[in-house]
């Protein structure tokens, strides 16, 4: 007779190999899942370095590189936001306009730039405009206020941030007085932008008859894999008439800055048919969140000519098959004959524009960049320095600001072409957010330009080789380490 003992012993025999299996299954399956993650990023054929940043993340953190591939990391470039035929729809007045014009074209130095903008962008390079610079948050929203307050017809509002503090209540009350009046109000702000935000905030505005809408939302799980995907435009269009675009948010602290410094940023009024570009960059953004599409020809007027500039407003996006800025900035790099200045918060550039840099440089021209001596991120600003000796070594100039946090995004050249936009000199800007960039052919407005950087180099100092290659050992090993993940930043 079998004993008792001898069952039990049976069963906890069986209960270990029940164990063992579940544990083998659950090895084979997780690495199975890894590898596979793997050899999907490796087929994507993505840039070779964002390649490899995912391959290391994978194989040394692979239950955090599965989590962060999952949210972060698929790649959605062949999507479309808008069926062709929609979009060609949304474009005719736009388009009708650009035919018209008597001449539209820039110079023939940057012919080709305009043409490679038009031709992978649709973004047609409107004459007659007027361009205002602004370099402090009070007077672009001292601006923008006043433009609100003159709207008869519609005010469109895109922005990655929309606080619910000062600034943004004085704006949201406006909008809501407007709305009153029967001007048709509509607001886009980016959905991680403003995480913190209260839900209630922007409830007031469609409790107002303010439509309004976040873009492309985070609701687990859906939406996970575009959670990485973020809209930092800032656009604003009053009766299609005036247009605002730039590195500035609706927050107080554009205004104020910090306890250490002031906030220096840069955006631009724009008012003639250049205002067309923004309202169908805007009226796009709307129809991926509202499944609306709005084509009337009241909301693109007729407009005479206002100033002497020619402007290009141009998009990019995560989900189109090309990089568009990053390509114009490129091109506009090794086009230029004499100087070229670049300002941008943070610096993690896309190896062309890197390698751009650095020919240019190497070539004679006067490339200079300016970044903040101290950041609103220590990780990105760490990732920026790593690669300041790659581009001191090739002769560019390089020059902390002081003052303050410098925020600004803002290029100018040879006397002739300037930009003001969102987009960052990184990989996220080029990369994974939707960007919008105004480009200036035109003297006046890139001599302006030149000026306001000149006179930021003067709260500047300025980085020498000699002296950046000695900083410390452990500063090293910190930059290098950041700028391995700076892909993925």
Known sequence: MISFA???????????????????TFNILYFAIVIGT??????????????????????????????????????????RLISKKGYVHLLKKPMSEYLSQISGQPPEAYRRLSDLFRNINQAFPFEGNRVEVYTSGISMLQSLLRELLKARKHIHLEFYIFEDDAVGRLVRDVLVDKAREGVEVRVLYDDVGCWRVPKRFFEEM?????????????RFPLFTSKVNYRNHRKIAV???RVGFVGG????????????????????????????????????????????????????????????????????????????????????????????????????????PVLTAMQTAALAGVDVRLMIPYRADSRWTHLGSCSYLEDVLRAGVKVYMY?????????????????TVGSTNIDFRSFEHNFEVNAFIYDVETALQMREVFLQDQRECVQLSLKTWVKRSRYRKVAESVVRLMAPLL
């Open 238 to 240: 009053i009766d299609g």
């Open 38 to 79: 793997i050899i999907v990023v490796v087929l994507d054929n993505r840039n070779p370095v964002k390649t490899l940043a995912w391959v290391l993340v994978l194989a040394f953190l692979p239950l955090v590189g599965l989590a962060f591939y999952f949210f972060f990391g698929r790649s959605q470039r062949h999507e």
């Open 206 to 218: 469609r409790e107002a008859g303010i439509e309004t809408h976040s873009f492309l939302k985070v």
């Open 248 to 351: 500035m948010n609706l927050a107080e602290r554009y205004m104020r800055g910090f306890s250490w410094g002031i906030w220096r940023d840069t955006h631009i009024l724009l008012e003639g048919k250049a205002v067309h570009g923004l309202q169908t960059a805007f009226l796009l953004d709307w129809y991926v969140v509202d499944r609306t599409l709005f084509t009337s020809a009241a909301y693109f007027p007729k407009l005479e000519h206002c100033g002497t500039s020619l402007v290009q407003v141009v998009t990019a996006d995560p989900i189109g098959s090309w990089k568009e800025i990053m390509q114009g900035l490129v091109m506009a790099i090794i086009g230029s004959r004499k100087y070229f200045y670049i300002q941008t918060p943070y610096f993690l550039p896309a190896e």
């Open 402 to 418: 002081k003052k303050g946090f410098l925020h600004s995004k803002m290029m100018v050249s040879d006397d002739g072409l300037s």
């Open 6 to 24: 001898y069952i039990c012993q049976g069963m906890v025999d069986w209960g270990l190999i029940a164990g063992q299996v579940a544990s083998w």
